[in-house]
């Protein structure tokens, strides 16, 4: 049965988050213009977007790497699928850098041919999981509900972009048709530096040694929690209750374990396992 609350709506296949984005503006996306030098940082919610808001942040812009100016990473980086703050994508200076959480069939025709560069981040689905459930009582525009409940959902692809095996098999699937970087949240954790140089890489960005010790530096889980920039200090009260916590939680790998009971993993695994073990992707639980 499909899920219809005042919290989701279901849009060609997937849910998204109401009140803060809709069906029209979505239809709008299939043809939205891409350049060449556009820089897409997709990701499945929870799995390090404003981490790497900000480090996309940090590498294109130097007012924001030595601190020098206040614009926060999300205006740097604008929602694209969630338009919070109504950009007009179309006068922005090149490059242009973009997040979204869309299925891969779900972004503008342009980047799925192959103009532009994605970057897509993943994490392990349990720590989605749980770092889904917290962040429900800090938004106001989820549902809070018992942890059972969630799993359950999660599990179904009831939630916010709908299942995370179908976005992740679906991206890592067309990872031909698109310019496109996979990391994992656990690798950037395990090795930042080498995280950040990987993206410069990819997007051809030569930053000094000084210059990649800043990015590093203001990436920290620590320094992006007092970074106001970074941390999503100034969101909308009417998206998320700031005396109920913060974008930046934990920030750590294998919270799972502290959160899901052996009954509730035994039945994540059973749900998850065989399609997980087919992806070309690992998540090391120990850091
Ligand atoms: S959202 O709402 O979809 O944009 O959330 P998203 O940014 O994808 O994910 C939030 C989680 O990322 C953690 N985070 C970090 N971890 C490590 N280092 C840094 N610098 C960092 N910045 C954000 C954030 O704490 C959320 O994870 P949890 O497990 O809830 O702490």
Redesign the pocket.
């Known amino acids: 049965m499909e899920l219809s609350n005042e919290y989701l709506f279901k849009y060609k296949g997937t849910y998204f988050v109401s009140g803060i984005t809709t069906p029209d503006y979505l239809d709008t996306l299939e043809d939205f213009e891409i350049r060449d030098s556009d820089v897409f940082l997709v990701?499945?919610?929870?799995?390090?977007?404003?981490?790497?808001?900000?480090?996309l942040s940090l590498i294109y812009y130097e007012g924001h790497r030595n601190g020098t100016e206040e614009i926060e990473s999300v205006d740097r980086m604008p929602w694209l699928d969630y338009n919070l703050r109504n950009v007009d994508f179309s006068k922005r200076e090149s490059p242009r850098l973009i997040?979204c959480?869309l299925p891969y069939y779900l972004v503008p025709k342009g980047l799925r041919n192959g103009k532009g560069k994605v970057i897509y981040?993943l994490?392990n689905p349990k720590?989605?999981l749980?770092?889904?459930y917290?962040?429900s009582k800090f938004?106001r525009t989820l549902e809070e509900i018992d942890f059972d409940v969630l799993m359950e959902r999660f599990l179904d692809g009831k939630v916010?972009a709908g299942s995370w095996l179908d976005h992740v098999e679906g991206w890592s699937a067309h990872r031909d048709d698109f310019n496109i970087l996979f990391l994992t949240?656990e690798e950037?954790?395990k090795d930042?530096r080498g995280s950040v140089l990987k993206i410069c890489n990819f997007l051809g960005k030569k930053l000094t040694e000084e210059e990649v010790d800043a990015v590093v530096d203001n990436?920290?889980?620590?320094?992006?929690?007092k970074d106001r920039r970074?941390?999503?200090e100034n969101m909308e009260s009417d998206i998320v209750d700031h005396t109920r916590g913060?974008?930046?939680?934990?920030?750590?790998v294998g919270?799972w374990k502290n959160t899901m009971t052996v009954a509730q993993n035994e039945r994540f695994d059973h749900v998850f396992k065989k399609r997980m073990e087919k992806l070309p992707f690992k998540f090391c639980d120990e850091l």
């Open positions: 990701t499945y919610p929870k799995s390090g977007t404003v981490w790497t808001q900000n480090i997040a959480h981040v994490r720590d989605v749980v770092s889904y917290h962040f938004t916010v949240y950037m954790k930042l990436a920290t889980f620590d320094k992006m929690k970074a941390n999503y913060s974008f930046l939680r934990k920030g750590i919270d």
